[in-house]
Every structure is written in C-alpha cells, then in structure tokens.
C-alpha cells in the first residue's frame, strides 16, 4: 500500500485521471510480459481504451512506486531492528508518498558514523539540551556547570555546551516536516548563481554567458542547468545555490525567513530570557552549517534530475521524429558519402536495400577528376536503374551536391532525383559488428555509403541498427544519466518500429529486435530461418521458429507483415487472434477474404457491433474494420526533398534578406537548426519562430521538416547564421533572433547579474553544449555548422 492506504494502482489511476480497474488490467498485462505496443493496439477492451503514451506513463510510475514500496519495506525494518519504529513511526514512514519525504523520515534513524551530536548523547549532555530547550529562563552557563565530567570527555561548561549544541543542531536537521517545508521555500524563493573561477576566463570562453550569473530555481531551462554543471564539473565555474534572492537594497540582514522558520518550529523566541541568545545562536548554526547544506544537496540533485528529465524528453521527440521521416519507399538508391582526399564513396542498393554495387570516385580535390566520376555515376545509375540519390550531409556535401546537379543536368533521361540525408551515426554503424556481419565483404569506408542509401529508403529500418544515443539528436546527451536516457530511447524505438510494422521477410535482426515481444537471439533465429527455409508464407510458419513461443507468438504477430503470402491478412496489423471476426464479416458479404480487403463500399456498409463478442469489443471491431479499408498504411509522412538554392554553397553567399529552402536537423529547447546547404546549419532562435509566444519549439517544427526561412543575419568569422521563420520579419536593427540567441535566452524575468541587477542577455545554451562529443553526435554537428562548437564539421 502507498501513502494514505491507496494501492499503487489506486495512486496511478488518480494521477492518469483514469478508473483504478484500468490500471489494473494494464498492470496485469504488463506483469505477464506484454509490451506497451500490443497493450495499446490488442487489448484496448482490457484497459478500456488507454492509448501508449498514458501507458508509458503508467509503466513509468508503476516502476518508481514499486521502488519506493520496496524502499519503504527497508526502512520498516531497518528503525524496527534498532527497537526504535513504534505505531506513530510506523504510520509516519507508510504515509510516505515520494522518495525524498521517506528518506527524510529515515534520516534520523539512518547508521552512520558516530557524529558530534552521539558522542555527546554518550557524555550525557542531551538533556542539558532538552532543559535549555525547555526553560530558556536558565543561564546556560550554570546549568552546563553540572554536566562537566573530565572522564567523559567534558572539561569545562564550555565543552558541555558546545555538546549540547551539536544536539540540537542535528535534531533541528533531521525534523522531516521542517525539512520538507524549508526544501520547498527554498526551491520557490533561491537561485543558482555563477561565477568563473580566478584564471578561468580564456579557457573556459565557451560558458562566458555564466561567468556572473544568478537566476531562480524555478526559471532556469534545462540546458542552463546542464551547461553550469557542465562547467563545474569542468572546474571553470563555481556555484552556489542561494536560499533567496540578496536584499536589494543592500542593507544588513537580520535572521532570514529559514532560521525563523526552525526557530518557530521549536518554540525558540528572543525574549530577552537568559538562554535566548544562546538558542538562537544555535538555530543560525544548524542552519548555515547542517540544514542549507542539506537543502543545497537536495536542489542540486533536484535540478539535475529536472533538468535530465527535459534533456530526454527532448531527446525522445526528436529521436521519434527522425525515425518517423517520411521514406522514400523501395526504389533503387545510389548513396554517395563525400570526401575531399579520400574520394567520394559510392554504393549502389536495390529496392530491397540490397547492395547492387560500390565504387570510390575522385571529383573533388587534389584530383578533380569530375567528369570521370560523372562517368562512373552515370554508368551505375543506368546499369542499375537508380532512381534516387542520397548525398551524406559532412564534408565536402555540396560540392558532391553540385556534382549530383551536374549529373542530373547532362543525363536527363535517367530521371534522377538527389536528397541530401543526415550522416550522423553512419560511422558508428560502419564499424559495427553488425555491419560486418551484414556486409562481410565490404571495406569500412564503403558501408557509410550503404547505410546513407538505405535510411533514404527507410529511416526507421535503417536507423535501428544504431544506438539511439549516437544519432544525437539531443542536448548535453553524455551529461545525462544512462540507464534514464537508454530507457527512453528505447522505449520511443519500441513505438516507432511496432507503429509502423516490419515485413518479416526483409527485415534485418536489429529491426526485429524491436518488435513487440521478439529478443535479439529470436531476431537472430528469425533471420536464421527465413535464411533456410526462404522466404515466411505465413504467419503461422512463425511457430516453426526456433524459441518462438506462444506468448512471443501472441505479441510480436500482429506487428509482423507478410507480403503476397498464403493469406492476405497476414498483410494487415490484423492479430491472427482475430482472423475469425474478419471471417465472420467475409461471410456476413457473402465474398472473399481478398475482395474485401481495401473495399470501402462494403466495408462501411458493415455495423462494427454485429461483430462485438465476448472476445472482441467494439474498440478492436472498429479497428479491424479501419485496417482492412487501408490495410498495411504506413502512418509516416508522404516522402518529399528540399531543394537547396543554386549558387548558395557557403556561408559568404548568404545575404540578409534572402529566403531559401532547408532542412531541420535539430530542435533544442532555444530553437531549432536548419541546413540551408552551406556547411553551416543556421539557427532559429525561439524568439524567431512565430509572432506569437512559443513555449516549446518542437510545437512548431520538428526534425526533418522541410521549412522556408529568411536569413537575418551573417557572421561569417564567427561562422553563425540567424534565421527567422517569420518571412515578413525585416531586417534586424540593433540585433535580430541570431543576436538575441547569442545574448541568451531569458525570457521577460531573465537572468540576473548578482546583486539583482538585470543581465545583459549574451551568448546562451548553444555554447554552454559545447564539451568535445563525438563526432557521429549530430546535435554537434549541427552547433559545429551553426560555428557554436569548435572543430570540423562532418562525421
């Protein structure tokens, strides 16, 4: 049970808005090993409709709630085998309902090392605390003067009261409703502040935004949080969390707001009584030496965990976007990853991914051997009917561009369209154990060309064979916590993969590792099978499958597409548990099966409920009846490019003013970056992208789309690009959105200088992400082309 005698699902029913017996049934599902993808689309009548992302939410508390209930059972019994836990105790700690109040509560019972305030308990001064506590009508002085014992290490009255104090001072710090209360003053009136450590300034230029910084708890974003822990924990950048904003007029401080409030507490009031001064002394003591310090662990880690917890979120958006990009679709693709010196690597793919042929051309220089590597491309494309071509986006992109242009220009019958394609990852991809297991026979340099074709044809199928975090769409991703980041990133995989489908007969093992029930060794079998038998005829052929049981059977099934095989719903996410309502409704038309898959007519001549039965709601009827009008939709965009302006390749041939065509690659909580084909992606500040208040910039674009902006500003030293996505913006005066991005962005109540005056905005979170990453990081690709990280740009 959970604080106030709810249950768990009782908790999480009431924080979802939804019936506890809802929770329940999805509880049960999940205790028996069924994924959050076949909970939301198989068993919608058990859970009475709860979609996947209140289920991911469920999952979510469902596991901090047990961690807390198992914490809990510790604590019970760690203060009853101490012979300390008694009813009160008892209903205190299971009325606990977070982490931190029940850690609060264990605090005082919690082993560790003996402390000031215990050797003292064993010299025996705590009751001269309790007395002094008790009646302040007596002199401190003479009632320690009978608590001296040189033999218990208490030489003077001196000594016996500085015991005392130790005492009260712990007590004070381990009040859990003083704590709790003085945590949450603390979070609502403090502030982080800022400073640059002596000798800092030139090597830690890149957090100069927080070199004389102050702003509240409650205000800070959480890539300001992540750049000031960064620059601590890279030593230039000392903080402090202050428990409230200084006095602004500078004037002496009396006791604050805290020391009153632990005064209050514990009936401490200076009324001139002869051991008033003496209490109060001791309040400021605890204080500044135990409870703020405590309280100042406590935000840090409270911060930390919000902002981590923002970072992710942001991370998981764009991840999902960019596996949801719209896919090209199954044409034959030519990849070509460009390189200076090193040549451009080709690769050549066919509709199912296949690679058709490779080859290394030379345009660029020192060779410049442009039209024999026209020649090349153009044999290739005509020998393999390549109708795509998809150009890595690092070093050397548009002038391969222009290559591909040229191309298209002279050989217009191959009808040849070019996409310039996101590279990030594509490295780490290459030197997989898995791309050389895919590719025995293929060099390194040459896999990057194949995987920049095949996420052209299909992000999501291509994209899967890497770690989510090394396609880093992110913000200070290697600042975040792992086990967190991991399991969100998956978590979105999971959806994305099981949203869409997998046709199990083309299907890589990494791919199907991330469908609904299916591990990586019965990916791995899966594979293995479809390699020795050919190709799935049906679904059922499934079981024949090594390891594949009936539970991995009833999860993974529906998910799992059969193209042309021996029954045509094997095409459709219809599960094969609910073939026979399909049946019913072939009969109930008097045709087959095949006549009326994509039948709109008849199918919505059909009353869903004449189908419901003790198996089978209405929600699945109607969505057995809604797959089978479009069966096997994809529920990804239409594919369509970007067309980069001709004669803009880089950087100094932007102009104020001009409007072009790009490509989102990244979209951080300040803004959103656009490649408009310059080497350098520009930055829409979030002041930039629409007339009205923007909260969130991914409520705007996301990764991926395909966006007009106007440029507003050059700095081609510095290599930063402002845009706006505000076409009918002018030119800035003063600064445009580029300009106010450098400044920083801190809203109407923006950061403070210390002493509260206002701080001039300057340059933001951008350069505050600036840690070295690694080079496959795209979020630092993207703030390298923006000229907000230092280094190439490029994989």
């Known amino acids: 049970m959970t604080a106030s005698g709810a249950s768990i699902e009782g908790r999480i029913a009431e924080e979802l808005g939804v019936r506890e017996r809802q929770v329940k049934a999805a509880v049960d599902l999940l205790d028996s090993g069924s994924t959050v993808p076949f909970i939301a689309r198989y068993r919608k009548e058990a859970t009475e409709m709860l979609d996947d992302a209140q289920l991911r939410t469920l999952e979510e508390r469902l596991r901090y709630l047990r961690e807390l209930e198992d914490r809990r059972t510790a604590v019970l019994e760690s203060v009853r085998s101490q012979g300390k836990l008694d009813e009160a105790l008892a209903a205190r700690i299971r009325a606990a309902d977070s982490k931190a109040r029940l850690e609060d509560i264990y605090l005082p019972f919690k082993p560790k090392r003996r402390t000031k305030a215990q050797i003292a308990r064993e010299a025996g001064l705590e009751p001269l605390a309790d007395g002094l506590l008790r009646d302040p009508g007596v002199a401190p002085a003479a009632a320690a003067a009978a608590f001296v014992d040189p033999a218990k290490g208490v030489a003077d009255a001196a000594a016996a009261l500085e015991g005392a104090r130790a005492v009260l001072t712990e007590r004070f710090g381990e009040d859990a409703d003083l704590i709790g209360e003085l945590r949450e003053r603390m979070w609502t009136r ?36 992540l750049a000031m822990l960064r620059g601590e924990k890279e030593e230039v950048l000392d ?77 998981a958006a764009n991840l999902r976007d960019l596996l949801l990009a719209a896919p090209a679709g199954t044409r034959a693709t030519m990849g070509l990853d460009p390189g200076f010196r090193t040549g451009v690597k080709v690769a050549v793919v066919d509709s199912t991914g296949k690679v058709s042929a490779t080859e290394t051309i030379y345009p660029h220089v020192p060779q410049n051997k442009w039209d024999a590597s026209l020649a090349a491309l153009a044999r290739l494309a005509r020998e393999h009917g390549v109708e795509l071509i998809a150009i890595g986006n690092g070093t050397a992109s548009r002038e391969t561009d222009k290559l591909a242009t040229d191309l298209i220009a002279r050989h217009p019958e191959l009808k040849l369209t070019k996409v310039m394609v996101s590279e990030a ?60 980041l991991s399991r969100s990133l998956d978590a979105v995989v999971e959806d994305c993969v099981n949203g869409v489908g997998v046709d199990v007969n083309t299907a890589s093992a990494p791919l199907l590792s991330r469908v609904s029930g299916i591990s990586s060794g019965l990916a791995e079998n899966i594979v293995a099978h479809r390699d020795s038998n050919g190709p799935f005829r049906s679904r059922r052929a499934l079981k024949e499958v090594a390891r594949l049981g009936p539970k991995a059977y009833e999860q993974c099934a529906g ?237």
């Open 425 to 484: 990852g594509a490295s780490v991809y290459s030197a997989s154990a898995f791309a050389s297991q895919e590719l025995p026979g293929l060099d390194v340099s040459l896999r990057g060309a194949v995987s920049i074709a095949r996420r052209l044809q299909d992000p999501l199928a291509e994209l899967v064979k890497i770690d989510p975090k090394s396609i880093g769409v992110g913000q200070y991703q290697h600042d975040l916590s792992e086990v967190k």
């Open 559 to 795: 998910f799992l597409r059969i193209r042309g095989g021996d029954d045509p719903l094997d095409a459709s996410s219809v599960h094969p548990e609910a073939y026979p309502v399909v049946r019913a409704m072939v009969k109930s038309t008097g045709g087959e099966v095949a006549a009326l898959i994509g039948n709109t007519t008849a199918l919505r001549s059909l009353r869903p409920e004449t189908f419901v039965n003790d198996s089978f709601g209405l929600p699945t009827v109607t969505d057995i009846l809604r797959e089978l009008e479009k069966p096997g939709r994809d529920p990804r965009p239409a594919f369509r490019t970007a067309t980069f302006k001709d004669g803009v390749e880089k950087i100094g041939d932007l102009t104020p003013g001009m409007v072009l065509e790009g490509v989102v690659t990244n979209v951080a909580a300040f803004g959103a970056f656009v490649d408009v084909g310059v080497h350098q992606d520009g930055l829409v500040h979030v002041s930039a992208m629409s007339k009205t208040f923007v909260k969130d910039p991914r409520d705007v674009v996301k990764p991926g789309d395909i966006v007009r902006v106007k440029v507003m500003d050059v700095d081609i030293p510095r290599k930063r690009i402002s845009l706006t996505l505000r076409l009918d913006d002018g030119a800035p005066s003063g600064g445009g959105p580029q300009e106010r991005a450098e400044r920083g962005d801190r809203g109407d109540r923006g950061g403070q200088r210390r002493g509260g005056a206002p701080r001039p905005r300057r340059a933001e979170a951008p350069r505050g992400a600036a840690a070295p990453a690694p080079a496959n990081d795209a979020m630092a690709d993207a703030l390298r082309r923006a000229g907000l990280l230092g280094g190439p740009k490029g994989r």
């Open 239 to 315: 903080l402090t969390l202050e428990p409230e904003e200084p006095a602004a007029d500078g004037a002496a401080a009396g006791p604050s707001t805290y020391e009153l409030a632990i005064a209050r507490r514990f009936g401490i009031a200076d009324r001139g009584r002869p051991a008033d001064k003496w209490l109060g002394d001791t309040v400021r003591w605890a204080w500044r030496t135990r409870v703020l310090v405590h309280l100042g662990i406590d935000l840090r880690l409270r911060l930390r965990q919000a902002a981590e917890d923002e970072a992710v979120r942001v991370f």
């Open 190 to 225: 403090g502030r982080v502040a800022a400073k640059v450590r002596e000798g800092k300034e030139e090597a830690g230029a890149k957090f100069a935004d927080y070199f004389d910084f102050a702003e509240p708890f409650t205000e800070l974003p959480s890539h300001r949080v």
